[in-house]
């Protein structure tokens, strides 16, 4: 069974440092991975999608990476915002017919102004 | 329209009523996917629709849940019976086709007391 973890569950920064979030997975079966973010009250904002034979895709200041052999994927945000202040999801699509996300844990991140 | 819509936003019930969710997806997009999320359990899929195709409702919890989608457009979750435990908020997310970027709505708050 697919198991996504992300870590750290919350992290804390002052505006501007660069960071990044993690996301791992135990069957490297999948079929793409997608970034999300969800603010407080409000449904999910895509934010990147990798197909599995990509290595990363960016989208001005975010970067996602994906290495299926290790079972990791990593969002690198560069100069934070306070505007980046919400709940980060990673899914995946499994390999096979199957459509369903399966979703991490979240990783909440607040940029301190 | 310009992105997917859910109602009620917010919905209060009594325990062993009965509670209808609607959806409406991004015009033209196929597939679409109902997802809950609960503090608990994080997010978890339900059930997929995919054109014409037969729903994939493995993610449904028990007979209680059921959902239809009526001319490939709007979506219905009922949750008949209703406990406690179904307390959570209810996605709904569409994409244009299968493995495509899934876009998701607002999400309905469901509350049984």
């Known amino acids: 069974k697919q198991e996504v973890t992300q870590i750290p569950a919350a992290l804390s920064v002052p505006e501007g440092e660069n960071l990044v979030l993690n996301c791992s997975f135990t069957?490297?079966?999948?079929?793409?991975l997608q970034w999300f973010r969800q603010d407080p009250g409000k449904g999910l904002t895509s934010l990147l999608l990798?197909?599995?034979?990509?290595r990363e895709q960016t989208s001005g200041r975010l970067n996602a990476s994906l290495d299926k052999s290790s079972g990791r994927s990593t969002l690198y945000i560069a100069a934070s915002q306070p505007g980046d202040s919400a709940t980060y999801l990673c899914a995946l699509r499994g390999g096979g017919a199957t459509n369903k996300l399966i979703f991490g844990t979240g990783t909440l991140l607040a940029v301190q102004p | 329209g310009a992105g997917v819509s859910q109602s009620p936003s917010n919905k209060v019930t009594e325990k062993g009523k009965d509670v209808e969710l609607r959806c409406d997806p991004i015009?033209?997009?196929?597939?679409l996917y109902w997802y809950r999320q609960s503090l608990g359990q994080g997010l978890e899929f339900l059930i997929y629709f995919q054109g014409n195709s037969a729903p994939d409702k493995s993610g449904l919890p028990s007979d209680r849940f059921s959902a239809e989608r009526t001319g490939g457009s709007v979506s219905t979750l009922t949750i008949q019976r209703t406990q406690q435990e179904d307390s959570a908020v209810y996605l709904c997310?569409?994409?244009?086709?299968?493995?495509?970027?899934?876009?998701f709505g607002p999400g309905t708050r469901l509350t049984v007391t």
């Open positions: 997310a569409s994409s244009l086709g299968t493995g495509g970027v899934q876009y």
């Open positions: 069957d490297s079966a999948i079929y793409n």
């Open positions: 990798i197909q599995s034979s990509q």
């Open positions: 015009s033209g997009h196929t597939a």
